[in-house]
């Protein structure tokens, strides 16, 4: 029984069964297109109804910005992150702190005749000037949030990738919500793990694993520790396995151009069992989150 099939750019046609499930490429706009079958699990919003993402970084900003192109490289989605101005004034300000500090211990010390007396100025007065600094940089530094928009006028947020906590000492752990603030999932990093392997969790709301990114092989990622990028041909590469078991339902690589481009590329998940806006808030977190 023939397929009816209707492309974005408002181009109907049939296509015989056997297509069902398949992506094929509109003969009018080029655009890749899924042939319709019952499986494959609808999305939340049709921009997210596709396989493959492609993500450009915005430079020179105070900001992270990408823009989300689909496979013809027309934006689709603008992806921001909160200033990186604010975290920056955070730093400033707790150097201030220290400043002002050594100031006042020196002023203090030099009052005294004594050495002992001065020795005793700044064993007190260091460690306090160092946890008066740290305390005024957890006070302002924002969290790193990261927001998806419609496009980049940002008037209709599609999706939220939340920072549970600004500083975590073994772990990093991010809360995703759609624009009415359900939970889709959560993320989770283990620093310590990280140094030998770089590898994120994606936990269900209910608490199970529905799938990890983990960099595509060992022996690279200890490669890139001792040899760093190579001038790009060590690049980091993701690639993201349904759990339990190991197998990859997708890819997240780093383009060899001069200006940050990235691919997430879900095609081995045919039937779109992980929700394309998890899928593409961990693509965004694999870049920003690892300060790639």
């Known amino acids: 029984m023939p ?13 015989k069964d056997e297509f069902a499930g398949k992506l094929v490429q509109c003969p009018d706009c080029g655009r890749t297109v899924r042939v319709g079958s019952s499986p494959v699990q609808p999305q939340a919003d049709p921009v997210f109804d596709r396989d493959k993402f492609l993500l450009r970084q915005q430079h020179m900003s105070i900001s992270e910005k ?36 050594i100031v006042i211990i020196a002023s203090i010390a030099s009052s005294f005749n004594s050495d002992a007396a001065t020795a005793i100025s700044l064993i007190l007065g260091i460690p306090a000037t160092i946890a008066a600094a740290l305390l005024v940089a957890v006070k302002l530094m924002p969290k790193r949030h990261v927001t998806f928009y419609r496009d980049d006028s940002k008037a209709e947020s599609l999706l939220r990738v939340l920072q549970d906590k600004k500083f975590q000492f073994l772990n990093a752990t991010y809360t995703v919500v759609d624009p009415q603030g359900q939970l889709l999932c959560r993320f989770h990093k283990n620093y310590l793990y990280n140094l030998f392997r770089k590898r994120w969790y994606c936990y269900a709301p209910d608490g199970s694993v529905m799938c990890m990114a983990k960099e595509d092989s060992i022996i690279l990622s200890l490669l890139r520790r001792s040899l760093g990028p190579m001038f790009g041909f060590l690049r980091t590469n993701f690639i993201i396995v349904r759990t339990p078991g190991d197998d990859v339902i997708g890819e997240f690589n780093r383009k060899f151009t001069i200006l940050d481009r990235y691919a997430l590329d879900m095609t081995a998940d045919p039937m779109r069992t992980l929700d394309r806006r998890v899928a593409l808030a961990l693509g965004v977190m694999l870049d920003t989150g690892e300060q790639r």
């Open 3 to 15: 397929i009816q099939v209707q492309c974005e750019c408002g181009k109907s046609y049939s296509l």
């Open 66 to 101: 990408y823009y989300v192109c689909d496979e013809q490289n027309a934006p689709i989605l603008f992806v921001e992150r909160s200033h990186k101005m604010a975290q920056f004034a955070a730093v400033l300000a707790a150097i201030g702190v220290v400043v002002a500090g």
